[in-house]
């Protein structure tokens, strides 16, 4: 079966931390693909990232980096210096042949 | 214009009422998705088509019907709304298996039952 998990509900930091938003998935596919999605409160939908599953180059943009760890089925996403603009619910999503997220975690960045 | 636009972006209906949300798109891809998101579950599948011929059960289509009148177009009705189906409904695009850039998601309608 395929599926996302995303274990932290909701996680709360005080600006200028750095902070891991964990992504667990599971499926049978040799080949898929990894997505994260930034929701802020106004409600649309973000693309920040996708990885396939044969790229395991760690990826960093600005502020954000990703790693991805196939041994672990893992593909955690890391702000560092967080801003209180970074503030949304952040979903993990896995695709095969449609997408399926996870639950999402939302963060909290506090002044 | 936005790639997927999604009318109406807020509706509150009664009990029982029949609804269409509906969702086209300029991007010429040919799959279509449609989505709730309700507080702490994330994004559902609802219904997916991969071409205006292909309709398929997502992981929650009951109560819900969709239409693909082109490979613009995709209406998802309520056929007889109840309060459990107050959500944000997202309609979503995409070109293929992976699609490089992501799926590409219209700004959602919010939906309530009362």
């Known amino acids: 079966a395929q599926k996302v998990t995303q274990a932290q509900t909701e996680i709360s930091v005080v600006e200028k931390e750095d902070v891991t938003l964990d992504c667990v998935y599971e499926?049978?596919?040799?080949?898929?693909?990894l997505f994260w999605y930034k929701q802020p409160p106004s409600g649309e939908l973000v693309f920040l990232i996708r990885r396939n599953s044969f790229d395991e180059q760690n990826e960093i943009s600005g502020r954000y980096s990703w790693n991805f760890q196939k041994s672990t089925s893992s593909f955690n996403f890391t702000i560092t210096a967080s801003q209180v603009v970074d503030s949304a619910v952040y979903f993990c999503?896995?695709?095969?042949?449609?997408?399926?997220f996870g639950k999402g975690t939302r963060l909290h960045i506090l002044p | 214009d936005a790639d997927v636009t999604q009318t109406p972006r807020n509706r509150i209906t009664k009990t029982g009422k029949r609804i269409m949300l509906e969702c086209s798109q300029t991007?010429?891809?040919?799959?279509m998705y449609w989505y709730r998101q309700d507080p702490g579950l994330g994004l559902r599948l609802i219904y997916y088509s991969f071409d205006v011929k292909d309709i398929n059960k997502g992981e929650i289509s009951d109560g819900y019907s969709v239409s693909r009148q082109a490979q613009a177009k995709f209406s998802l009705s309520l056929e007889s709304a109840i309060p459990n189906q107050t959500a944000l409904y997202f309609c979503?695009?995409?070109?293929?298996?992976?699609?490089?850039?992501?799926?590409?998601f219209g700004s959602g309608t919010r939906l309530t039952v009362v």
């Open positions: 979503a695009t995409s070109q293929s298996y992976g699609d490089s850039y992501g799926y590409t």
């Open positions: 499926t049978r596919d040799t080949t898929y693909y």
């Open positions: 999503a896995l695709v095969y042949d449609k997408i399926i």
């Open positions: 991007k010429g891809h040919d799959r």
